[in-house]
């Protein structure tokens, strides 16, 4: 070598056998343009022999025999040398990079001999097509000679194809094509590169700037002399990849898709994006379709259905038209077939008046004791349970108040009953009460059966009970009618039997049956919120059976049941038909009276209750027609009436309602009762903050308030109203009423006098000279001077006399003199009206 190749340089010279040390520079490159030179020094290992030994052979893979060449019938183009092979100890690469190359090399040689194949038979075909064009010119100059046979497409070289499991394997040992006078190719069969121990490396010290790039751009020496150390081979899948790809694209490209035709559920109103969602098609293309309609309108606008239909049919789908009342269920239109009817228990109502003996009858049927738990031994609930009869078969019994504030709950008891027993007390009679509960039971065209209780009691008259009853229209069997009546006594247990059985007779009468294989349908008898339990709604089950896991939706609250208690606080699977039970899982308190209906999923069951909260809160915000006179008496409620507010807050929602409706009915012209808030569950923190803000008093009735809002409540002064009877609470509330009304100012006029001249009495004071006409005049009352009938001036009677005698009183006939104090406006031909004022105490 020259001097000039010995110098060094910065790539790397060919490693021979003759030097075992190389040298030369590298140039590092820093940031900021800082440079640096190092001198590499390269040592490898030298293999020497002993004396007399033959020099050491390559070590070379044993590979497979080649198989013998196939007839080809057309020459085919010689491919390249191989390349010479180099012994391991030969070169510096490692087994696992010599692999990748040797893969490398694989994969261009099967690519390369694909693109010759293709190009041999694209010319094949040319060539077959243009014989076949000859042919046919020869075969219609000369018919009878004979065309000779195309050649055989065996003149392309055929190409095996490994399987892709063994693509590594199939590449590696492609044949390689050769001249005659050239060995069989030797195949490569790769073997697994032993584990090299890694050398421990220490870890760089972070830089000050924390800046890990300088550390990645680094130079070193094993970076150096290993340019191809990074370089990653192609995998297996990679390789698989690409020969899906060849092959797509050597198939034909089929045609166009063919358009999916779709059934589009169209509202009465929906956005432009929204009817491309359920299209499947371009918001854009909407849009432009809108502008050739003369209609342009932007992807968030809303468009009604006409339109939506145009833009449907255009596109080529078909539209369902559906209203935003399709969205709810509708029970009036599901009817079940009758074969599929099966008899179930009859669901009874008790009603009538307060303290008659309802519960106390029902607890003599069931053998509990519930009157014992009651606050001021009346019912304020509405209690659901099953008895047992002794033949076996199964009644159920409502229990409604018989309060005069309870009118909704026994409205709603006789709207789910199937009988009403009305309970009458033998000693008292007809009441108000029990007179509505006939109103209620008429309105539900439900049957009635009078049970007249209290007979073991001293002036009972069950007669009288039953003639007072002609004048509702109730004619009991024994004068002639259809309705049965039962006496009973619920303290000594007697009639009872006879009762059970005029109820089994008129279920039977009735034939009352339902589906129990089929979603289950309930109604809400009554809700409330448990602190540790939830939302809890009593449902009286009317068709299908409810079990645990069922997704319902319940007025405007979904939910899914958790758990099913029955009317003996026991945990139960299902429930059938004129079952009661508790229903845990609601996601919130639903009204009472609302459905609960069983539904397919959780997002049907949301979609109902979304859509029933939306009409709620619109029926709730809706306003009125204004006109002028609404105006007017509405500007002369807020500056005359004086407003109560307050905030009510119960155990279960039915008792809430009749607590708001009986404060509804106390108010009056003068001061009316406004409601904030109201809600079954205990007293919170929210209902604090608004008490505080409105300065208004929280009831609570039969709950309490949690400690965070018991701590807010002191620290604001927010007063608290604690209730367990409900004629308690309105009593209460009807004072603070009256108190923030004031005392009711009584006017009472005494006398009256015409005056007949004025005196002047000292410097500015003027004296009337007065005739009494009716009555009596007394120094310090209160007086009105009116002149032609209207009134000058409101005063009081300074002084009295009669001649030049002070004097406490006049009487009527006589004449005196007065001094009014306030005023000296008098001349003669007034009229003074003398009256006292008393303070009462005011009641509503």
Do not use: W
Not at 169 to 175: D, G, M, S, V
Not at 178 to 194: D, M, Q
Not at 678 to 683: E, F, N, Q, R
């Amino acid at each position: 070598m020259s001097d000039e190749q010995d110098k060094p340089t910065l790539t790397r010279k060919p490693l021979g056998l003759k030097r075992t040390v190389e040298a030369g520079q590298v140039q590092q490159q820093f940031s900021h343009g800082r440079r640096n030179t190092v001198v590499v020094e390269v040592k490898r290992r030298r293999v020497l022999g002993r004396p007399g030994d033959p020099a050491p052979e390559p070590v070379v893979e044993e590979a497979a025999p080649a198989p013998a060449p196939a007839p080809v019938a057309a020459p085919a183009p010689a491919p390249k040398p191989a390349a010479p092979r180099v012994s391991e100890n030969d070169s510096l690469m490692s087994r696992q990079e010599r692999q990748a190359q040797l893969l490398r090399e694989a994969e261009e040689a099967r690519m390369s001999s694909l693109e010759d194949n293709r190009r041999r038979e694209e010319a094949a075909r040319a060539r077959a097509a243009e014989e076949e064009k000859q042919r046919a010119e020869q075969s219609a100059a000369k018919p009878a000679e004979p065309t000779p046979a195309p050649a055989p497409a065996a003149a392309a070289e055929p190409v095996a194809e490994a399987p892709a499991a063994e693509a590594p394997k199939a590449e590696a040992a492609a044949p390689r094509a050769s001249t005659s006078a050239a060995p069989a190719p030797r195949r490569f069969t790769p073997v697994e590169a032993p584990k090299r121990p890694e050398p421990k490396r220490p870890e760089p010290k972070p830089s000050r700037g924390g800046d890990a790039r300088r550390q990645s751009g680094k130079l070193t020496v094993t970076r150096a002399l290993n340019e191809d150390e990074g370089a990653r081979a192609r995998s297996l899948a990679a390789l698989k990849r690409a020969r899906e790809k060849e092959k797509r694209s050597h198939t034909a490209s089929s045609g166009p898709r063919e358009k999916q035709v779709r059934e589009v559920v169209v509202p009465e109103s929906i956005t432009v994006a929204e009817l491309a969602n359920r299209m499947a098609e371009k918001t854009g293309d909407l849009v432009k379709a809108l502008f050739r309609l003369g209609s342009p309108s932007a992807s968030t606008d809303t468009i009604d259905q006409d339109i939506a239909e145009l833009l449907v049919t255009e596109f080529g789908h078909e539209i369902i038209r559906v209203s935003e009342g399709d969205v709810d269920i509708r029970h009036d239109e599901d009817i079940d077939d009758a074969e599929h009817l099966k008899p179930r228990a009859p669901v009874v109502t008790i009603m009538g008046h307060v303290d008659h003996g309802k519960t106390s009858l029902l607890d003599a049927l069931r053998g509990a004791n519930v009157v014992a738990g009651e606050a001021g031994g009346i019912t304020q609930h509405i209690g659901a349970y099953q008895v047992k009869t002794p033949d076996g078969s199964l009644v159920t019994f409502l229990d409604t108040p018989g309060h005069e504030a309870f009118t909704e709950m026994r409205q709603r008891g006789a709207n789910v009953t199937d009988i009403v027993i009305l309970v009458v007390a033998a000693d008292d009679g007809l009441k108000p009460q029990s007179i509505e509960a006939i109103a209620h039971a008429k309105a539900a065209n439900v049957p009635i059966i009078v049970a007249i209780n209290k007979i073991d009691k001293e002036g009972a008259n069950p007669q009288r009970v039953r003639e007072r009853l002609l004048e509702h229209e109730l004619v009991v069997e024994e004068m002639g009618g259809d309705v049965q009546n039962v006496e009973v006594s619920a303290l000594k247990k007697t009639g009872l039997d006879k009762l059970l059985d005029a109820i089994a007779v008129q279920a039977e009468i009735m034939e009352l049956k339902a589906n129990p294989d089929r979603a289950a349908e309930g109604t809400v008898v009554e809700a409330k919120l448990d602190k540790g339990r939830g939302p809890v709604a009593t449902i009286l089950v009317r068709r299908g059976t409810l079990k645990v896991g069922d997704i319902f939706v319940c007025g405007a609250e979904s939910g899914r049941v958790r758990a099913l208690i029955d009317d003996q606080g026991k945990q139960i699977k299902s429930a059938t038909p004129s079952m009661p039970v508790e229903v845990l899982g609601l996601g919130g308190v639903p009204m009472a009276g609302d459905t609960l209906t069983v539904v397919e999923n959780e997002a049907r069951a949301r979609e109902v209750a979304t859509y029933r909260q939306e009409q709620a809160t619109r029926k709730r915000t809706v306003q009125a027609p204004v006109s002028l006179e609404g105006m007017f008496e509405a500007l002369a409620d807020k500056t005359n009436v004086i407003q109560f507010p307050v905030i009510i807050k119960g155990d279960v929602q039915g008792s809430v309602e009749a607590i708001v409706n009986a404060l509804n009915k106390l108010s009056t012209d003068e001061i009316r009762v406004r409601v904030l808030q109201s809600g079954a569950g205990a007293i919170t923190e929210s209902d604090v903050t608004l008490a505080a803000a409105t300065k208004a008093p929280i009831i609570g009735f039969n709950v309490r308030p949690n400690p965070k809002a018991r701590d807010i409540a002191k620290r604001e002064n927010v007063r608290f109203m604690y209730h367990d009877v409900i004629y308690h609470l309105t009593d209460e509330i009807r004072k603070e009423m009256a108190g923030e009304l004031g005392p009711e100012r009584i006017e009472t006029v005494v006398g009256r006098a015409e005056v007949k001249d004025v005196f002047p009495a000292g410097k500015r004071d003027k004296a009337a000279g007065l005739l009494v006409l009716e009555g009596i005049i007394r120094k310090g009352l209160h007086a009105r001077l009116t002149r032609d009938d209207v009134i000058v001036s409101a005063t009081t009677i300074a002084s009295l006399r009669r001649f030049k005698d002070d004097v406490a009183e006049v009487r009527a006939g006589l004449e005196c003199g007065v001094v009014l104090s306030d005023t000296n406006d008098i001349k003669a031909g007034d009229n003074l009206e003398v009256f006292e004022v008393e303070m009462r105490e005011r009641t509503l």
